[in-house]
């Protein structure tokens, strides 16, 4: 009995151990990538094939959609009762005139004590109802243009570890982000923009959820902490984002496009996931977890995110530290999700931690959806050369150079939008 109850204890201990270990050294290798085989988006729990876009709509769309809450990002929850906007600035000649500032908190519940978050929003001034690109940033909101009248978003990140951030290191910081949001060039092509500090909503730390929304609004969506995940607490901004352009006569909403880099490229791939409002969903090197397949062993694995990130995914989604090919998804599911709207996955070519070929390959195996819609997706395409785009409803490019999002992205971004909202 004893003996028995040390083995099981052995095995206990030692499957915790593998769980804990990475297996390998993280694969840059091509021709080391062992074989894998992606689950079928078109299989059905009964095992039939669909073949017609509305059992697609009916049944198995809503069944993909619950095999990533479950095992991978967590519930979505929706609007809580008393959410109410206030506009707390307005600038009509921002930008040289050329724009419209407006800074919008969302209160999540009656009266001005609710948590809340601030909403950073430029329109085109030449136009009566623009798109708006809509996503979150990283470093906050005075980081995203130098523009002086951003207010400064509530929580700072450290510059370096022993930085202790103050109001006056942030005004020095104004528009230090400026080269990731082109916000002149949107202005200019007609699109407005709207972004949100991704910290209001929950730091991202493993212990951010303590003082986060999943925890401040758990009573009031009526959601545990553990139901849902950062990256489903910061997709769930981006809807709220959403519900507020709804009310703004100066944004076209039926033409919102989500759009987001890296764990903000993840965040905004489950949120158009989940909230068919999005008409366009753009990822920008989001990577695994994100676009890249799971199963194609290369790059960053599952084991890395739940390792560096344990926040980022449900628990449920350790389960699957170095056994990817036992996930009952891999991500170009996620990108069917976005089907029948326009997508871009976007990669760059020195980011092999984000495995732009795995990036690819998802887009291109989310074309059966597609096909559904009698649309085609990237449409046999492989993958191409740097800095040249494939596809036409869904799209895809590798752009040369490091992990991030410039002015070539953002103005690929803008060909798609001006093709399929204009
Ligand atoms: C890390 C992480 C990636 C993530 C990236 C980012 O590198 O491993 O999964 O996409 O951070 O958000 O910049």
């Known amino acids: ?19 804990a270990q990475r297996p390998v050294p993280t694969n840059y290798d091509e021709s080391k990538v062992p074989p894998y085989t992606l689950p079928d988006p078109l299989l ?13 709509e009916r049944k198995q769309r809503p069944y993909v959609l619950g095999l990533f809450t479950e095992h991978v990002y967590g519930k979505i929850p929706g609007r809580p009762k008393g959410m109410h906007f206030e506009l707390t600035d307005i600038d009509t000649t921002a930008l040289n005139g050329t724009a419209i500032r407006k800074q919008v908190t969302a209160y999540f519940g009656e009266g001005n004590d609710a948590p809340s978050m601030n909403i950073l929003l430029y ?25 002086k009248g951003i207010f400064i978003s509530r929580h700072w990140k450290k510059e370096t570890p022993d930085d202790i951030p103050t109001l006056a290191s942030q005004e020095a910081l104004r528009g230090t982000t400026a080269s990731r949001w082109e916000i002149e060039e949107a202005i200019k092509r007609g699109y407005g923009i709207a972004t949100v500090h991704y910290e209001d909503i929950e730091v991202d730390d493993k212990d951010g959820w303590k003082q986060g929304f999943r925890t401040t609004l758990k009573d009031r969506l009526n959601i545990q902490p ?48 989940n909230d068919q409002r999005f008409a366009i969903a753009i990822s920008n090197n989001s990577g695994e977890g994100g676009a890249a397949l799971s199963r194609r062993l290369f790059g960053e694995r599952i084991w890395d995110l739940n390792n560096a990130f344990p926040h980022w995914f449900v628990a449920k989604y350790k389960t699957y530290n170095n056994k990817e090919d036992q996930l009952p998804v891999d991500q170009h599911m996620l ?18 931690w984000a495995d732009p070929k795995g990036e690819f390959l998802s887009a291109k195996n989310a074309e059966p959806v597609y096909r559904l819609y009698k649309l085609t997706g990237l449409n046999g395409e492989e993958m191409p050369t740097e800095n040249h785009p494939v596809g036409d409803r869904v799209r895809y490019h590798i752009r040369t150079g490091k992990h991030d999002i410039t002015l070539y992205d953002w103005n690929r971004y803008m060909d798609l939008a001006d093709k399929y909202l204009r």
Do not use: C
């Open 123 to 147: 329109l085109p001034r030449n136009s009566s109802k623009a798109p708006v690109f809509v996503g979150l940033n990283f470093k906050g909101n005075h980081r995203v243009n130098a523009d």
């Open 226 to 273: 553990e139901s849902w995940s950062a990256i489903s607490a910061w997709a769930w901004g981006l809807s709220r984002i959403q519900d507020y352009l709804e009310t703004d006569p100066a944004a076209d909403a039926g033409k919102t496009i989500v759009l987001g880099h890296s764990r903000l490229g993840k965040t905004a791939l489950w949120a158009a996931a």
């Open 1 to 19: 009995m004893k003996f028995v109850f040390l083995l099981l204890l052995a095995a206990i201990l030692n499957s915790a151990y593998v769980a």
């Open 44 to 56: 059905a729990a009964n095992g039939k094939k669909i073949t017609t876009a509305k059992e697609w």
């Open 335 to 352: 990108l069917s999700l976005i089907a029948p709207r326009p997508l871009y996955v976007a990669s760059a070519s020195e980011d092999a």
